[in-house]
């Protein structure tokens, strides 16, 4: 029954993408088919091959020796919190600190030509596949290795020669990414191999969700990808790489500053909630009776769907990193809610991403400094579409890996 209900939630998804679409009879289903079969074959193979499940592991075990030894630096520098007294891991040590190697490596990869390379072709194949424009496909890959503010950033001289409704379709797509970076902090709370499973599975569901709200019809000499920064000189090494550790070190405070303001902010309203006498009137239950009928239709019974709402509610209103602090001792030692597969499959694809209400802010600000004000407005104008569309492409990669996890 309940894989019955998780087929039917995969529809009611694209049902609601489809009755909040900017132009529905200009939708290209059969783009958006081969996108879905692509991410429902690809969830299939990760959760259901001994292959599939090899190579995740394997990257997984890979971000895991990375995260090894980025401990080596740590332990140089701070030995004392390597050690936890709690029993519980480090959230700075064991999460954020890593990034301090993992940034500057894939900053790397980046400056001797490495990254982009494979962005291209594998851009190009995507777009090959799929029918969808080249460039829309090479960001959807590109956002996975540079993060949704520095893909943007770089993609500069291509944002300013689109038109406003396509820089919209970037908008969309860039709530439903997460960055290589941030994997290493991941892979230490929430099963690794559910959360590399989750990239390629966002990666497509945001094509999908995107050409579903917001369709665009390209001529073939609007089909471009613009080349910038042609004929600059390419800064020496070592002050790039200065630069790549300084850029790892302020998003590691600013990890570190948002997950404590938001968890402060919603214990203070809980507090607040407690004043009325009503014990049940927390932000956690607001947010699952919200969010519970999307619960359910990932194959949940009706306990269990209130407790993943929960888990989503406040991952939306906060961040991942929060929820992830919460659940991770549960999740590894499959207790509770999560002895069950399906459950930590479900809930771990879903918090991969940066869909949040924090996220709108960083990207209408990028957006701000890169392209016209006719252009932002426009983007302005349409927030709760974009919230829209990376929710659904979370509900749609977790209903995609769910089926398949039982």
């Not at 956690?284 to 769907?305: K, M, R, S, T, Y």
């Not at 999740?331 to 809610?337: A, C, E, F, S």
Request: hydrophobic content about 55%.
């Amino acid at each position: 029954m309940f894989l019955i209900v998780n087929i039917l939630g995969f529809f009611v998804f694209l049902g609601i993408a489809f009755l909040f679409s900017n132009d529905r009879r200009s939708i290209d289903w059969k783009s958006v088919l081969i996108v879905i079969f692509l991410e429902i074959f690809l969830a299939w193979f990760f959760m259901k091959f001994s292959i599939g499940r090899e190579v995740v592991r394997a990257a997984a075990d890979g971000f895991n020796w990375l995260v090894a030894v980025a401990n080596k630096g740590i332990a140089f520098a701070l030995p004392d919190w390597l050690k936890p007294t709690t029993g519980s891991p480090n959230f700075v040590t064991s999460a954020l600190l890593p990034i301090l190697l993992v940034v500057p490596l894939f900053d790397i990869l980046t400056y001797i030509g490495l990254l982009p390379w494979l962005v291209k072709w594998i851009g190009r194949g995507l777009s090959f596949i799929t029918h969808q424009p080249r460039f829309e496909a090479f960001f959807s890959v590109e956002m996975m290795f540079l993060g949704n503010t520095e893909v943007l950033a770089v993609s500069r001289d291509q944002l300013q020669q689109m038109s406003a409704k396509r820089n919209f379709t970037l908008a969309m797509m860039s709530m439903s990414c997460v960055t290589s970076a941030i994997i290493g902090a991941y892979i230490k709370m929430v099963p690794g191999q559910y959360v590399l499973t989750a990239i390629p599975l966002n990666i497509l569901g945001s094509i999908a969700i995107a050409a579903i709200l917001n369709p665009v019809s390209l001529t073939q000499e609007e089909d471009v990808i613009v080349s910038g920064n042609k004929g600059e000189k390419r800064e020496p090494f070592f002050s790039f790489l200065g630069d790549s550790i300084l850029n790892a070190g302020k998003l590691i405070l600013i990890i570190t500053a948002t997950v404590i303001a938001y968890v402060s902010l919603a214990a203070l309203i809980n507090q607040l909630f407690s004043l009325t006498g009503l014990s049940w009137l927390t932000l956690e239950n607001i947010f699952g009776i919200i969010l519970f009928p999307f619960a359910w239709l990932l194959g949940f019974d009706v306990h269990q769907a209130f407790q993943i709402a929960q888990y989503m509610g406040t991952k939306l209103v906060t961040n991942e990193f929060v929820v992830m602090g919460e659940i991770t001792k549960n999740i590894m030692t499959q207790k509770g809610l999560f002895a069950n597969e399906h459950a930590r499959v479900v809930l771990t694809v879903f918090l991969t991403s940066f869909a949040n209400f924090g996220t709108l802010g960083m990207i209408i600000g990028a957006f701000k400094g890169l392209v016209s004000k006719e252009k932002t407005d426009f983007i302005s104008s349409r927030v709760p579409q974009m919230l829209l569309a990376g929710v659904l492409v979370s509900l749609l990669s977790a209903a995609s890996a769910g089926l398949f996890a039982w």
